[in-house]
Nanobody, 114 residues
């Protein structure tokens, strides 16, 4: 029954930046890793980044050096700082709990114009 609410998306031109937020209800947030995923129209949902309960981070190759995942456990919130955005980053972005995946939230739309 954990709820996931993503926010922070929008329309940005190539090279711009956005900061996404994901608030997870419940008490399991601090004990589990969190991940960001994205899905573009006509494509499968793909993994983007992970932050473990210990703070280790991992990134999909195409976003390495451009995106940063972080978490604020007291607020049950995970962030995705996105810099030097590319049109290929256009997608609906979702968060979820690593190891204990929940129902997908509504996601937040990121659109990068060329």
């Amino acid at each position: 029954q954990v709820q996931l609410v993503e926010s922070g998306g929008g329309l940005v031109q190539a090279g711009g930046s956005l900061r996404l937020s994901c608030v997870a209800s419940g008490s399991i947030f601090s004990a589990n890793g969190m991940g960001w995923y994205r899905q573009a129209p006509g494509k499968q949902r793909e993994w983007v980044a992970t932050i473990t309960s210990g703070g280790n981070t991992h990134y999909e190759d195409s976003v390495k050096g451009r995106f940063t995942i972080s978490r604020h456990n007291a607020k049950n919130t995970v962030y995705l700082e996105m810099n030097r955005l590319r049109p290929e980053d256009t997608a609906v972005y979702y968060c979820n709990i690593i190891g204990r995946p929940q129902s997908w939230g509504q996601g937040t739309q990121v659109t990068v114009s060329s």
